[in-house]
């Protein structure tokens, strides 16, 4: 069945470091995947997203790219903030009504 | 625009007690969802309901009702309460936007089962 692969965290990174948190998946044919972000206390929200092979998704200083070759979809930023520390999820969306997340991945900025 | 609503936001439940987590959402989705977030589980679906008047098993119904009110409300109900239960309920929704579909987040229920 379908299914999300996600780095494990939590990551720990100084201020304006750069920032990659893995993501792979399985699933036939091509799903739509997502990055969604959770700041404490709050609900998930749409980060970005991308619908078909080689397609960018981009969003606040981040970008992610579907790679069908590697069924992946990699976040990352290139100088990342300390109001960016929340908990990052990936996900999928393939035929029928679910998405699938991955297990989430925290992230801690320290100026 | 409210987006997505839930009610109650915290809670505290003794085991074998009832309640009922409801859901509202002002977006004109056709599906709604209802997921548990538990530390390390990520985002596990409990029960989801395509369009009005149809609602299917996710990947942990034991133990929940859910019913579709109506277009906007999709309840989620817990006829008797267990430690296990004790986690973060979302409720989402969701409609297809240009190719994709994008599923948006209530901001969440914390029960306590003691």
């Known amino acids: 069945g379908d299914s999300v692969t996600q780095m494990e965290g939590p990551v720990t990174l100084s201020e304006e470091a750069f920032l990659t948190i893995n993501c792979t998946y399985t699933?036939?044919?091509?799903?739509?995947l997502f990055w969604y972000v959770q700041y404490p206390g709050e609900g998930l929200q749409l980060l970005l997203k991308?619908?078909?092979?080689?397609d960018k998704g981009s969003n606040k200083g981040f970008e992610a790219t579907y790679r069908k070759e590697t069924t992946s979809f990699h976040l990352e930023k290139g100088s990342v903030q300390v109001s960016d520390s929340a908990v990052y999820f990936c996900?999928?969306?393939?035929?029928?009504?679910?998405?699938?997340f991955g297990t989430g991945t925290s992230l801690t900025v320290i100026p | 625009n409210a987006g997505v609503t839930q009610t109650p936001k915290f809670q505290v439940l003794k085991t074998g007690q009832s309640m009922t987590l409801q859901c509202a959402q002002d977006?004109?989705?056709?599906?709604m969802y209802w997921y548990r977030q538990d530390p390390g589980m990520g985002l596990r679906l409990i029960y989801y309901?395509?369009?009005?008047?149809?609602?299917d098993k996710g990947e942990v119904p034991n133990g929940y009702n859910v019913s579709r009110l109506n277009k906007r409300e999709f309840s989620l109900r817990l006829e008797s309460a267990a430690p296990s239960q004790t986690s973060v309920y979302f409720c989402?929704?969701?409609?297809?936007?240009?190719?994709?579909?994008?599923?948006?987040f209530g901001p969440g229920t914390r029960l306590t089962v003691t």
């Open positions: 989402a929704s969701s409609e297809r936007t240009g190719v994709a579909y994008e599923q948006y």
């Open positions: 309901s395509a369009s009005e008047g149809t609602t």
């Open positions: 699933a036939t044919g091509y799903p739509s």
């Open positions: 991308a619908t078909k092979a080689d």
């Open positions: 996900a999928l969306r393939h035929t029928g009504n679910q998405f699938y």
């Open positions: 977006m004109n989705h056709n599906s």
